[in-house]
């Protein structure tokens, strides 16, 4: 086989290298690097990318990455403002059904177990009575309602959740009380009830107890009812203008 010359190889290198170069000048290209170190590589160099290719390839590649770690970064902030954003709406529901449960006076007290004793009269005419629940709870309100008929209701209310009855505290539901008519008869007037109240309950319905009804005869306060919830000139006008003259006690 012939033997080609170097410069002549270094020619069809990259025609070898392709493959493209005819069959006979193949293989003197082959039988040439045989002997050539250079010319190996020269062809070696030809596989090899290019310096600038590598730099491009790197660089895209670095900025997909960093591409890649700022969407994550986003997207773990988005889920954790997400997460406190569901946190806080449900520790809001919670609280709201809380309150809801152990403050909103929706519940009325069963009359049956309301009891109302000692009614007595004060000289001023208001009425002072004891009243009582007969369970251990304590109460959330009471409820004033009216009607045309003449007729007054306390209705006592409670939450779902209440409380055990502290004594001689608002909630205790066993406790001395006062009915003056006359804000009685006010509160129905604001509540648009043109009617003369003659008769005034606890709890509405069947079970309903009376407490006070025009005509009752009623005992007289004593002497340590009228020191301790005193004279009230204005209920006593007014019951002078129904019922005839009160005089204030001693």
């Not at 270094?10 to 170190?37: F, N």
């Not at 730099?55 to 770690?69: F, L, M, N, P």
Request: a negative charge.
């Amino acid at each position: 086989m012939d033997h080609l010359d170097h410069d002549i190889v270094q020619d069809l290198l990259p025609l070898y290298h392709d493959g493209v170069c005819s069959e006979k000048s193949r293989a003197a290209v082959e039988e040439h690097l045989k002997a050539c170190e250079t010319c190996r590589a020269a062809l070696a160099a030809m596989d090899a990318p290019l310096p600038g290719a590598k730099r491009e390839v790197a660089a895209d590649d670095a900025a997909a990455v960093q591409k890649i770690s700022e969407e994550w970064k986003k997207s773990k902030w988005k889920a954790r403002l997400k997460g406190a954003a569901i946190a806080a709406a449900v520790c809001a529901v919670l609280v709201f059904l809380g309150l809801v449960a152990t403050q909103w006076p929706g519940f009325p007290v069963d009359p049956a177990k309301i009891e109302i004793t000692n009614v007595r009269q004060l000289s001023d005419g208001r009425i002072l009575y004891h009243f009582y629940i007969d369970d251990d709870l304590g109460l959330r309100s009471i409820y004033f309602e009216f009607n045309e008929e003449g007729n007054a209701y306390y209705v006592p209310r409670r939450a779902l959740i209440t409380e055990k009855r502290i004594p001689h505290s608002p909630n205790s539901a066993d406790m001395d009380m006062i009915l003056d008519m006359r804000e009685m008869q006010d509160d129905a007037q604001a509540n648009g009830i043109s009617a003369e109240i003659t008769a005034v309950w606890y709890g509405t319905g069947v079970d309903r107890v009376l407490l006070w009804m025009e005509g009752m005869d009623l005992p007289a306060a004593s002497a340590a009812d009228e020191a301790e919830w005193g004279f009230d000139a204005s209920s006593a006008a007014y019951w002078e203008a129904h019922d005839g003259p009160l005089e204030a006690a001693p």
